[in-house]
């Protein structure tokens, strides 16, 4: 079986493997080849040079074609050059073999450096033993040449990657960053809508910063760098072009081969790119061969020639299942960052039954971390221990790995949080449950799927601690509008959990407080004032009882228990807060009510026409004796209508207050004396009523002193001899306000309707004369004068006799 079908099958290749075409940016494929190394005894599968770790000696270098370009396949031939990793051992030139045909070469010594030298119109084995046999100073160019065609190597290949899809942007910085942290150097803002030359001036001068001052649009020809469509070809232009070139670590790469590591040679630079699925392309700047000579690529690849590293994973790590997560760990002492990547096969293997399943690991050196895809691997909760593969040996990171599934609870806001949400109140500390926390990366209110803030945030032990159940952040609602938002929790791997949330407008505010409220009452009437009482739903209290009348009023009634002196908080139920909003000391329970227990009237004499029972005359003054109790403090007495659309003016009476209209005065423990027109009040019909108050029991109920009345006043009446009809004569009456009679009579049952209106007195003022028609013979002599007021059915006695 041929070398390279066994390199094949070793590698894993099944099938062609073979390429179509290799990619070489800015240059061209020579040799489609893989180079591996293989231990000492032949059980173990090969590994590529480029991968491999240490080799030693006793091991196989084995050299496998895929294709060799036709004019070179005849005549062109390989060998290695390898440079010892130890002090004791000299650089070595290895036999050279038919480019076309696989090859293997025995390992003489421990090696840090294989050096592959390709010569399409085969080799001078002379000059290649003479060129390596110069002087120490060669192989330390050996060494770093190897170094910075690596470096070279991995940028161009997250170039050429970036290049088949330009838009990836986040791709190709992520790709840079990770070079840039391998190697110690800052990772370059790349901006893909600048121009091309900005584009590789941007990528060169992150990756190395002597070359800050490079101008890529200068006109001399040294500081030219090549232009091509593609930023992979025109970074790698750099690679062939003039004695300017990529720096990652100390040293310039070796840009032109011939000019300065190889002088006076035919010596070329060459660098490979990674040909899927396992093959390399060796790739070099296509130029005429000089006359008499043959060309001769140089590439080469160091070797670490490092041991197994010990890893120790820090605090108990925990990692969300399904995404691509990271974990801090420490490497022994003389551990290189910069090799990690070289560990392979990496597995999770469960602490509990050994099961494993394999998971994508890399080195992350600028955080100190490894991140390892998730998806696809561990799927169950539970303890794993982290291992890999040394080149063929087997090694277990230090500690263990906690995965965790999301549980699948969704976070919630509690109600006693929601509500402290309110526009304008400022920093506003809330804590989110009912979930795992553990692993929220950051935490942002949104609306309308548009940030609004990012917010800080506590767990009660910290990120990635174990399961949380709870997480803690502050909202700032100072400028933040009334409305819909949400929370949203970002977790690794790009997903993400949202709570909504509403930041309420303020709360009503009540103003007038405290309401007051007297024990011993029941269905008190209470009136609120203030600010936003359009979102009180409904009003409570834990001492009363509350209840909403018809015309949307407020009545309440004390509990037995309360006391004169004691101060109620009102609950109130505001539109959208889900818990009763709680306005302290909002009710004042005062002492019982004033009461007034009877009142006696006493009117005047002379009316000059009879007055029903509690009738009060209007225009004259009456006087009441009103019984009060209990009175704590001076009263003050509160006149009106009970019909509203009679009532002239309220009035109110102070005791001891001078008033020429009113008076009240204290007549006697609990009684007082209230001495007013009642016209003044009210006009006929009002229902007088009074009401006493006093500042430390508010207001009594009212009670009903009487019904105003409009009498006119008869100054005289004549009975003429002039007839009105068969039986009537002809009376005249004099007085004031005689438009209020409507009909006369001798009794109370039967009278005769006044014709016409009164007739104003020349000279006499207000003084009116009314005629009226009287029957005749009256029932006795000088029977008084019956009139009848307007509206009446039933005539009054007056004073008046013929």
Not at 109 to 124: H, I
Not at 143 to 164: G, I, N, P, R
Not at 492 to 502: I, Y
Request: hydrophobic content about 40%.
């Amino acid at each position: 079986m041929s070398m390279v079908r066994l390199l094949l099958i070793a590698l894993g290749c099944v099938g062609a493997c073979l390429p179509a075409g290799a990619s070489c940016p800015a240059g061209t494929p020579l040799l489609n080849f893989q180079l591996a190394v293989q231990p000492a005894g032949g059980e173990n599968v090969p590994i590529s040079v480029r991968s491999v770790n240490r080799v030693e000696p006793g091991q196989k270098l084995i050299y496998a074609p895929f294709s060799v370009r036709a004019d070179d396949g005849k005549k062109g031939k390989v060998t290695l050059v390898l440079v010892p990793a130890g002090p004791n051992d000299k650089l070595a030139v290895l036999k050279p073999q038919p480019a076309k045909s696989s090859a293997e070469w025995e390992v003489p010594f421990r090696t840090q450096v294989v050096a592959l030298v390709y010569g399409p119109a085969g080799l001078d084995t002379k000059k290649v033993s003479s060129l390596i046999k110069k002087d120490q100073e060669l192989v330390e160019q050996l060494a770093d040449y190897a170094e910075q065609t690596e470096k070279t190597e991995k940028v161009l290949e997250a170039l050429s990657d970036w290049d088949q899809s330009p838009t990836k942007t986040d791709n190709l910085n992520a790709a840079l960053a990770g070079f840039s942290t391998r190697y110690g150097r800052p990772g370059p803002q790349f901006n893909p809508n600048a121009p091309r030359d900005q584009q590789v001036a941007a990528v060169i001068q992150g990756l190395n910063p002597a070359l800050a001052s490079y101008d890529p649009l200068a006109q001399e020809p040294r500081q030219r760098m090549k232009q091509s469509a593609m930023l992979a070809a025109s970074v790698a232009g750099l690679f062939f072009g003039g004695p300017v070139g990529l720096a990652a670590g100390g040293a310039a790469v070796f840009v032109n081969m011939s000019t300065m590591v190889f002088p006076d040679t035919n010596f070329r630079s060459a660098f490979v790119q990674q040909k899927p699925p396992y093959s390399m392309s060796l790739c070099a700047k296509r130029q005429p061969a000089k006359s008499r000579t043959r060309p001769a690529y140089l590439w080469a690849a160091r070797i670490p020639d490092a041991g197994v590293p010990a890893i120790r994973i820090g605090e108990p790590a925990h990692l969300l299942a399904g995404t691509k997560d990271k974990v801090k760990v420490r490497l022994s002492a003389g551990g290189d960052w910069r090799h990690l990547d070289r560990a392979r096969e990496w597995q999770l293997v469960n602490a509990a039954n050994s099961e494993s399943v394999p998971v994508r690991v890399r080195a992350l050196p600028g955080d100190e971390s490894l991140e390892i895809d998730l998806n696809g691997g561990a799927k169950t909760d539970g303890a794993y221990k982290l291992t890999a593969k040394w080149d063929w040996e087997r090694f277990e990171a230090e500690g263990e790995l906690h995965i965790h599934e999301l549980d699948g609870a969704a976070p919630r806001l509690p109600v006693e949080h929601q509500d402290k949400l309110i526009s304008g109140a400022g920093p506003t500390g809330v804590k989110l449950t009912g979930c795992d926390f553990e692993f929220v990366e950051s935490v942002e209110l949104r609306r309308g799927g548009e940030t609004v803030a990012t917010l800080p945030y506590e767990l009660p032990v910290g990120r990635r601690s174990g399961p949380q159940h709870e997480i803690s952040t502050t909202i700032d609602t100072g400028a933040l509008e009334p409305g819909q938002y949400a929370l949203s929790l970002a977790l690794p791997g790009g997903k993400s959990q949202e709570v909504g949330l509403r930041i309420l407008p303020p709360h009503p505010a009540l103003t007038g407080l405290p309401l007051r409220l007297n024990v011993g009452a029941r269905e008190q009437a209470m009136t609120l004032r203030g600010t936003g009482l359009d979102r009180i739903e409904s009003i409570g209290c834990e001492q009363a009882e509350i209840a909403t009348t018809d015309n949307g009023e407020y009545t309440a009634s004390l509990n037995a228990a309360v006391g004169k002196g004691d101060r109620l908080d009102l609950l109130l139920k505001v539109e959208g807060v889900r818990a009763p909003v709680r306005v302290p000391e909002a009710i004042e329970v005062l002492g019982p009510l004033p009461r007034i227990g009877a009142a006696q009237v006493s009117l005047p004499g002379n009316l000059g026409v009879e007055l029903a029972e509690r009738e009060l005359p209007a225009g004259s003054f009456s006087s009441f004796s009103i019984r009060v109790e209990p009175v704590e403090s001076p009263p003050t007495v509160q006149l009106d209508c009970a019909e509203k659309d009679l009532t002239l003016e309220k009035r109110m009476a102070r005791v001891g207050e001078a008033q020429e209209e009113i008076r009240l005065r204290n007549a006697g423990p609990h009684t007082l004396f209230l001495s007013l027109d009642p016209g003044m009040v009210g006009q006929a019909g009002c229902t007088l009523r009074a009401a006493v108050a006093t500042e430390a029991q508010g207001v009594s109920e009212t009670y009903a002193l009487g019904t105003v009345v409009r009498l006119p006043r008869i100054a005289s009446f004549e009975l003429t001899d002039e007839k009105a009809g068969e039986e009537s004569y002809i009376g005249l009456i004099e007085g004031e306000e005689l438009e209020l009679i409507e009909k006369v009579g001798w009794d109370e049952a039967w009278g005769i309707p006044v014709a016409g209106l009164p007739a104003p007195v020349a000279a006499g003022g207000p003084k009116q004369r009314l005629e009226v028609a009287l029957p005749w013979p009256s029932p006795a002599p000088h029977s008084p004068l019956y009139i009848w007021l307007r509206g009446e059915t039933m005539g009054r006695k007056t004073a008046a006799r013929y």
